[in-house]
T-cell receptor, first 110, second 115 residues
Framework: DAKTTQPPSMDCAEGRAANLPCNHS???????VYWYRQIHSQGPQYIIH???NNETNEMASLIITEDRKSSTLILPHATLRDTAVYYC???????????FGQGTELSVKP | GAGVSQTPSNKVTEKGKYVELRCDPI?????LYWYRQSLGQGPEFLIY????????DSGLPNDRFFAVRPEGSVSTLKIQRTERGDSAVYLC?????????????FGPGTRLTVL
């Protein structure tokens, strides 16, 4: 499974966009990029995933570079409730187990 | 609709005892996953089921750990002769399938403490 690299922590001001980077330079052509987040003492929550194209849903946007070696999760208007650990995961197309790294601890401040 | 549920939410046991942790997946989800999360770490894969059969149990740490899903719905993770190092949050997830585009939905976890 391809490995991901994320900064251990980031701060963001409330109401501003939070841009969380992820490097996955060894990703294969058929592997998906997934993002989950985990708020303290809760199970991980699915955010978004993509293969090649940029994706957007009600929670976030996912920007994947053309060479697919990195991606950015964008929370357009961060709130205090977005404070969490964010995990970027590269997932094989079949089988489906998720390999979590250390993630990025995002702190949204007033 | 109802999400993934796990019982108990907390379990305290003594070293050497046997424990069972239960997971109720989302109705209709054929795939079920177990993960373990130690303090300060990301979740670690243990095993997953497609229907009733274990499709990948490569993450089980040793033969004290065993999981079943006899009717393709509820799953039980069983730990024999518990050790203090087994203390962790045990997470269950389910998905409608196992393809790369099927997202997994997680339960709240069971916090296991081995004294």
């Amino acid at each position: 499974d391809a490995k991901t690299t994320q900064p251990p922590s980031m701060d963001c001001a409330e109401g501003r966009a939070a841009n969380l980077p992820c490097n996955h330079s060894t990703i294969s052509g058929n592997e998906y990029v997934y993002w989950y987040r985990q708020i303290h003492s809760q199970g991980p929550q699915y955010i978004i995933h993509g293969l090649k194209n940029n994706e957007t849903n009600e929670m976030a946007s996912l920007i994947i570079t053309e060479d697919r070696k990195s991606s950015t999760l964008i929370l357009p208007h961060a709130t205090l409730r977005d404070t969490a650990v964010y995990y970027c995961i590269v997932r094989v197309p079949k089988g489906g187990k998720l390999i979590f790294g250390q993630g990025t601890e995002l702190s949204v401040k007033p | 609709g109802a999400g993934v549920s796990q019982t108990p939410s907390n379990k305290v046991t003594e070293k050497g005892k046997y424990v069972e942790l239960r997971c109720d997946p989302i109705s209709g989800h054929t795939a079920l996953y177990w993960y373990r999360q130690s303090l300060g770490q990301g979740p670690e894969f243990l095993i997953y089921f497609q229907g009733t059969g274990a499709a990948d149990d490569s993450g089980l740490p040793n033969d004290r750990f065993f999981a079943v899903r006899p009717e393709g719905s509820v799953s039980t993770l069983k730990i024999q002769r518990t050790e203090r190092g087994d203390s962790a949050v045990y997470l269950c997830a389910s998905s409608i399938g196992t393809s790369g585009y099927n997202e997994q939905f997680f339960g709240p976890g069971t916090r296991l403490t081995v004294l």
